[in-house]
């Protein structure tokens, strides 16, 4: 019987090859040489290939020539030429029989990447040819540009950051290093999935930018909501210790820099900030902000917002400066020193439903040249706004030529005082 072995087995790169096609379509070539019963094959060979990953003592597939990632070893074969044990193929060129595409996505992050070759003569059966080679920079380096949605996973509990996080079952640990591995340029939609658990981390969304609607979206709990009650099952905290609760991060998260932004479902508590926005356009959803400083800070930002709780903040539950504020989908500030506090110039619309109580200094404040429109139906979207202020240490309080248009929308009662102008606050 025959046997096949590696002996002088030759993998090369041949670098004019490289590179994402026009249709997102990745490839490269692949030379080598194989020698069967001791001399060099000449004839019809049967390839496998796959692209491999290594993470502790674990092998990840990431792509083979049949597509059916489930299987430890590909299905199907590519039949190629081979002359005096020489051999060639487009690895990804979909042209030929049996050969998947290759997502360039798999490149992403720059981790490690291996090719692995089965080969038979046609009369033996298959055998693996080792060792698995790796891919040079040259390769990896040119795959990453994504122009098609792309889901990344995140799990606390069973994730590895070695692993590129492509799919539940091999999930990334952190969600910065979901973020970190992200390519720098894309043409589409990224997701990050993040399951339930506890994250005790800054997670930092830099320069991140993209086109419409939203070029990066960062998703918890996905059934939370603000009457549902409760907290979202994914948290991300600023302490280290849930017993004495000490705030060892200065942000939760922290958004700088980046546009088309959205970032839905979690739990943030503990931390200096808890969402803090900078330079930035993002829509934060059905997210819950609890015992921080400032709970949701921005400043020269365009903020939407939407399904909202902050609570038991010992500075504000919201306080944008500078800042073009949204407010749909209901909207719940309390137990903090200031419910929401709008201010430098900044402006809030309140579509939809409100509630402020519970906070000493004050449910609303308004002041420095804010500005705060409570919505009478008359906007593009229709809305009209119906909240209660109560049960805080000054229900409304405008002061320094800042402003507020329909206050009266607001039932207000049990409040210190109601409502509160001064120096040439204005109420419309």
């Known amino acids: 019987m025959k046997t096949i072995r590696r002996s002088s087995f030759l993998l090369a790169f041949l670098l004019l090859a490289l590179g994402a ?41 990431l792509w083979h020539n049949s597509g059916d990632l489930a299987l430890p070893e590909p299905d199907q074969a590519v039949s190629l030429a081979v002359n005096d044990g020489l051999c060639q193929v487009q690895v990804g060129d ?7 595409a290759i997502d360039p996505a798999i490149f992403i992050g720059g981790a490690p990447i ?19 080679r790796l891919l040079p920079d040259s390769v990896v380096r040119s795959g990453p540009f994504i122009t098609h949605p792309l889901d990344v996973y995140v799990n606390g509990s069973t994730g590895n950051d070695a692993w590129p996080g492509l799919s539940s079952d091999h999930p990334k640990k952190t969600i910065n290093a979901a973020i970190a591995w992200l390519p720098p340029r894309w043409t589409d939609k990224v997701t990050i999935h993040v399951a339930p658990g506890v994250y005790r981390e800054t997670v930092k969304i830099h320069n991140m930018m993209g086109g419409e609607p939203y070029a990066l979206t960062l998703i918890g709990d996905e059934e939370w909501t603000l009457a549902a009650g409760g ?13 004495t609760h000490v705030k060892v991060r200065t942000s939760a998260v922290d958004v700088q820099m ?52 902050t609570a038991r903040c010992s500075g504000n539950g919201i306080r944008v400066d500078e800042t073009i504020l949204g407010v749909s989908g209901g909207l719940k500030c309390h137990d903090s020193d200031v419910g929401l ?54 229900g409304l309080w405008v002061k320094v030529q800042a402003y507020t248009l329909n206050h009266t929308r607001n039932a207000f009662f049990n409040n210190g005082q109601n409502v509160v102008q001064e120096n040439d606050g204005g109420l419309y």
């Open 258 to 309: 980046s546009s088309n932004v959205l970032i839905r479902g979690f739990l943030v508590d503990w931390s200096g900030i808890g969402l803090n926005a900078r330079h930035s356009a993002l829509r934060v959803e059905n997210c819950q902000i609890t015992d921080c400083v400032n709970g949701l800070y921005s400043s020269f930002a365009h903020q939407w917002i939407a399904g909202i709780e």
């Open 94 to 100: 979909t042209t030929l029989a049996h050969m998947a």
């Open 114 to 132: 291996y090719l692995r070759v089965w080969f038979s003569d046609g009369t033996n059966g298959f055998a693996q040819l080792t060792p698995d």
């Open 341 to 394: 506090r709008v201010r430098y110039g900044s402006h809030a619309e309140i579509l939809d439903t409100g509630e402020f109580y519970g906070c000493p200094g004050a449910g609303i404040l308004v002041e420095n040249h804010g500005g705060v429109w409570f919505a009478d139906g008359s906007s593009s979207s229709g809305s009209a706004y119906t909240g209660s202020v109560h049960d805080n240490g000054r």
């Open 231 to 243: 907290s979202p099952s994914v948290r991300i905290t600023g302490t280290d210790d849930d017993l």
């Open 21 to 61: 096609r026009g249709d997102g379509e990745f490839q490269f070539t692949y030379q080598g040489r194989v020698f069967s019963g001791g001399k060099a094959f000449t004839g019809t060979g049967q390839f496998k290939l796959a692209l491999v990953t290594k993470a502790a003592t674990e092998t990840l597939t």
